[in-house]
């Protein structure tokens, strides 16, 4: 979801490589992420090309990004 918060959209490959996992295990992170509204996932498919799965952050995703970064910041505020 970080990867996701300074671009409109990322493409699937584009993730699945930076993060270097499988295709199976992004697809399922994914899933999740779009079951609970975080992520929409947009396939498209360009005359005869493959089709292109496109991944972007929801406004409820960036809520929930936002609002765990600000405990992890609240955690390290307490390491002394």
């Given at each position: 979801?970080?990867?996701?918060?300074?671009?409109?959209?990322?493409?699937?490959?584009?993730?699945?490589?930076?993060?270097?996992?499988?295709?199976?295990?992004?697809?399922?992170?994914?899933?999740?992420l779009a079951d609970h509204d975080f992520v929409e996932i947009d396939k498209t498919r360009?005359?005869?090309?493959?089709?292109?799965?496109?991944?972007?952050l929801t406004d409820t995703g960036r809520t929930a990004l936002d609002a765990h970064v600000a405990a992890l910041r609240a955690v390290l505020d307490g390491i002394d």
């Open positions: 979801m970080a990867l996701l918060s300074s671009v409109e959209a990322a493409d699937f490959a584009a993730l699945r490589d930076t993060l270097e996992v499988t295709d199976g295990n992004l697809n399922r992170h994914l899933t999740v360009n005359r005869g090309q493959r089709t292109r799965t496109w991944v972007q």
